[in-house]
Nanobody, 115 residues
Framework: QVQLVESGGGLVQPGGSLRLSCVAS????????MGWWRQAPGKQRELVGS???????DYHDSVKGRFTISKNNGWSTMYLQMDSLKPEDTAVYYC?????????WGQGTQVTASS
């Protein structure tokens, strides 16, 4: 099965930047979609952005123009560049991969934007 490991979270002041990484291993060649999700305390998990096999990217309206998803040529590493962070971006960020009708999740990494 696919295994996902996130890194790069931390504490940053509002307006600052962070870059998250997600390293995937296992049968990654047949992944169809990879994406970043987040969950703030007391809220439902929401999709931040995704990258499809066809190369299309999609972003939540609240992060458009501030966050950028990228990946290497394959599916082994995906990044989330987060700029102009706001306090409302504070959440646990999860990497997700979808393959063969199955959804895989990483353990999550905490991002806190606070002064």
């Amino acid at each position: 099965q696919v295994q996902l490991v996130e890194s790069g979270g931390g504490l940053v002041q509002p307006g600052g930047s962070l870059r998250l990484s997600c390293v995937a291993s296992g049968p990654i060649f047949s992944i169809n979609v990879m994406g970043w999700w987040r969950q703030a305390p007391g809220k439902q998990r929401e999709l931040v952005g995704s990258f499809s096999r066809g190369g299309n990217t999609d972003y939540h309206d609240s992060v458009k123009g501030r966050f950028t998803i990228s990946k290497n040529n394959g599916w082994s590493t995906m990044y989330l560049q987060m700029d102009s962070l706001k306090p409302e971006d504070t959440a646990v960020y999860y990497c997700n991969a979808q393959r063969a009708m199955t959804s895989y999740w990483g353990q999550g990494t905490q991002v806190t934007a606070s002064s």
